[in-house]
């Protein structure tokens, strides 16, 4: 069960390193615009605020990672905390900016996180 936990663990983590590239390198550009259902015109005014956005869910990503890679209590911690931020993190922007961000972010993350906790 470790191993499913932690291979969901780091497919969370990828899809945050590619949210990541999609609002820090590729939000002005014709993919990053059709992810995130932006006009070329907003995508130009708000361009430091999705590299923002995307700074912080590399952080997530960062964590996650850290918490594969420090394994025993301390990654266990670290995983259940950065799947927990993941997955609220995902319930308000689906709230918010669009229900897609449910199955995008909070339904792995949540998986992710069952799998961590029975896997413990």
């Known amino acids: ?14 899809i945050h390193v590619y949210i990541l590239v999609l609002e820090m390198f590729l939000w002005t550009k014709p993919q990053g615009r059709k992810a995130f259902g932006l006009s070329e015109e907003f995508a130009q005014q708000t361009k430091v605020l999705g590299a923002n956005q995307g700074l912080y869910n590399g952080f997530l990503a960062a964590g996650l990672v850290g918490g594969l890679i420090a394994g025993g209590d301390t990654g266990y911690a670290a995983k259940l905390f950065f799947l927990a931020c993941v997955a609220v993190a995902g319930v308000y922007g689906a709230a918010t900016a669009s229900r ?20 413990g």
């Open 1 to 14: 069960m470790i191993i499913l936990a932690n291979v969901l663990v780091a497919l969370v983590a990828l």
């Open 100 to 119: 897609r961000i449910l199955f995008v972010q909070t339904v792995p993350a949540v998986l992710a996180l069952v799998a961590v906790i029975i896997a």
